[in-house]
């Protein structure tokens, strides 16, 4: 069994990885998917980070107009 994504032989503990959600098996190595992962985390924190400057920006007018 291989990775799907990178190709690495993957160990007997990520061959029966299975996704908890559609029970299928996930053939990809702990590697892919830690980077799958973080990339999801990094997306949430992108929009967070987004939020964060739009707030900065109001708070920045309501201090000229004040
Ligand atoms: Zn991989």
Redesign the pocket.
């Known amino acids: 069994m291989k990775?799907k994504?990178?190709d690495?032989l993957l160990n007997e503990y990520e061959a029966v990885k299975k996704d908890p959600v559609t029970k299928q098996y996930l053939d990809?190595?702990t590697?892919?998917l830690n980077m799958s992962r973080s990339k999801t985390i990094s997306k949430m924190e992108e929009e967070e980070s987004f939020r964060e400057e739009n707030s900065y920006t109001n708070d920045e007018n309501c201090d000229t107009i004040s």
Do not use: A, E, G, L
């Open positions: 990775c994504v990178c690495q990809t190595c590697y892919c």
